[in-house]
Nanobody
Framework: VQLVESGGGLVQPGGSLRLSCAHS????????IGWFRQAPGKEREDVSC????????HYADSVQGRFTISRDNAKNTVYLQMNSLEPADTGTYYC??????????????????????WGKGTLVSVSS
């Protein structure tokens, strides 16, 4: 499975960006997909996760109410809509996926140690 992120860039505080994560290879495989980020000098943190069937989502407290994760399985793409961006949102955003059993397709569980596949990341800078 290959994951390619896009949509990062420089934005002013209060602005918006939409990140995309296109996945290919083994497209028949149910995948739970999440977004993680890492700021310079800080540890990687979970941002958001969407279940393999798209029916359930999870957000970190720091982005709840500002970010929205969604997926279009027909396009093999997961999106992260980021609104009301703050300087603290600056970092490299990574998309990651884990293969998912049929019994687990409704569970939006994404922890870095559980993910099987990772993208190379896209940089988001929030600054005036």
């Amino acid at each position: 499975v290959q994951l390619v992120e896009s949509g990062g860039g420089l934005v002013q505080p209060g602005g918006s960006l939409r990140l995309s994560c296109a996945h290919s290879g083994l497209t028949w495989l149910p995948l739970t997909i999440g977004w993680f980020r890492q700021a310079p000098g800080k540890e990687r943190e979970d941002v958001s996760c969407i279940s393999a069937n798209g029916g359930s989502t999870h957000y970190a407290d720091s982005v709840q109410g500002r970010f929205t994760i969604s997926r279009d399985n027909a396009k093999n793409t997961v999106y992260l809509q980021m609104n009301s961006l703050e300087p603290a949102d600056t970092g490299t955003y990574y998309c990651a996926a884990r293969s998912t059993l049929a019994s687990d397709v409704a569970n939006p569980l994404c922890r870095a140690g559980l993910m099987d596949y990772w993208g190379k990341g896209t940089l988001v800078s929030v600054s005036s």
